[in-house]
T-cell receptor, first 112, second 116 residues
Framework: KQEVTQIPAALSVPEGENLVLNCSFT??????LQWFRQDPGKGLTSLLL?????REQTSGRLNASLDKSSGRSTLYIAASQPGDSATYLC???????????FGRGTSLIVHP | GAVVSQHPSRVICKSGTSVKIECRSL??????MFWYRQFPKQSLMLMAT?????????EQGVEKDKFLINHASLTLSTLTVTSAHPEDSSFYIC????????????FGPGTRLTVL
């Protein structure tokens, strides 16, 4: 059974810092890995999708990497802004199924 | 990206009533949709996989007679919470796979259910 762990659980930083959020998974036979953002009381917004054959994806100030052999993914946020404050969730699909397993998320606060 | 909508966004009901939540894929067809439940400060818990034209697949511990799922078309799945009780109060979120490379999932905005 796939297990997904996200570290840290919470993070509070001043504006402008570069951040790294970590996601680890136990079963390396993954189909894809997706990073989401969730604002309080809202649904999930897809940030980046990394397919099994890919090593990284970039979108604006966000960069996500994937290392299947070590069972890890990182989400890098450059030049953080207060608007980046949210919970970031990592989800891994594996075992030939599209059904993802979610981590518990990293709650990020970027203060001015 | 693809858009998934949910209706209603918020519902308050009395204990014992049934509540229906709709999930729609607005600009794509989705043969598979998922229903999740999220408690405060917790991650998402998959409840069931909704397949168009067939019965839903429920996760272990989820009562299929309590949470009725109907996926009658390629753009609509409904979740009905029957005889709701206060412990059913939660945030319910649906998602759909848009197809294409990687089969990216897109989520609805969620429905906040409060059972009095």
């Amino acid at each position: 059974k796939q297990e997904v762990t996200q570290i840290p659980a919470a993070l509070s930083v001043p504006e402008g810092e570069n951040l790294v959020l970590n996601c680890s998974f136990t079963d390396s036979a993954i189909y894809n890995l997706q990073w989401f953002r969730q604002d309080p009381g809202k649904g999930l917004t897809s940030l980046l999708l990394i397919q099994s054959s890919q090593r990284e994806q970039t979108s604006g100030r966000l960069n996500a990497s994937l290392d299947k052999s070590s069972g890890r993914s990182t989400l890098y946020i450059a030049a953080s802004q207060p608007g980046d404050s949210a919970t970031y969730l990592c989800a891994v699909s594996s075992g030939g199924s599209y059904i993802p397993t979610f981590g518990r998320g990293t709650s990020l606060i970027v203060h001015p | 990206g693809a858009v998934v909508s949910q209706h209603p966004s918020r519902v308050i009901c009395k204990s014992g009533t049934s509540v229906k939540i709709e999930c729609r894929s607005l600009d794509f067809q989705a043969t598979t949709m998922f229903w999740y439940r999220q408690f405060p400060k917790q991650s998402l818990m998959l409840m069931a996989t909704s397949n168009e034209g067939s019965k839903a697949t429920y996760e272990q511990g989820v009562e299929k007679d309590k949470f009725l799922i109907n996926h009658a078309s390629l753009t609509l799945s409904t979740l009905t919470v029957t005889s709701a009780h206060p412990e059913d109060s939660s945030f319910y979120i649906c998602s759909a796979i848009a197809g294409g490379p990687g089969n990216e999932q897109f989520f609805g905005p969620g429905t906040r259910l409060t059972v009095l």
